[in-house]
């Protein structure tokens, strides 16, 4: 079981910056991708983006439309840990960001069912 746990979290004002953390500890090689999600208030949880952890497109990165050009993600393989920057934050940008390891296949990778680990979640607010 992998063990994943957010940080960086935190209240910041519109047209802000916020890294978040994910660090991951216990059976990471079995790790095929890593994901942030996040979910708003009465609203569903939503893909944020992901890496590739390990395979031929090990490192590639993808996010959401909603994010492109203002979020990006990266990884420090050597310490099991993935960021999200985020950017020109928006009021819209306020949930609770979550992080997820697993091993997603294509058609999964932007969805829940693809990752079987997670962290407790990290509250990002984005003030106006």
């Known amino acids: 079981q992998v063990r994943l746990v957010e940080s960086g979290g935190g209240l910041v004002q519109v047209g802000g910056s916020l890294r978040l953390s994910c660090a991951a500890s216990g059976g990471t090689s079995g790790i095929h991708a890593m994901a942030w999600f996040r979910q708003a208030a009465g609203k569903d949880r939503e893909w944020v983006g992901n890496v590739r952890w390990s395979g031929g497109s090990t490192g590639n990165t993808y996010v959401a439309d909603s994010v492109k050009g203002r979020f990006s993600i990266s990884r420090d393989k050597t310490i099991s840990t993935i960021y999200l920057q985020m950017n020109s934050l928006k009021p819209e940008d306020t949930a609770v960001y979550y992080c997820?390891?697993?091993?997603?296949?294509?058609?999964?990778?932007?969805?829940?069912?693809?990752?079987?680990?997670w962290g407790q979640g990290t509250q990002v607010t984005v003030s106006s």
């Open positions: 997820a390891a697993g091993r997603p296949i294509t058609s999964t990778m932007a969805t829940m069912r693809g990752y079987g680990n």
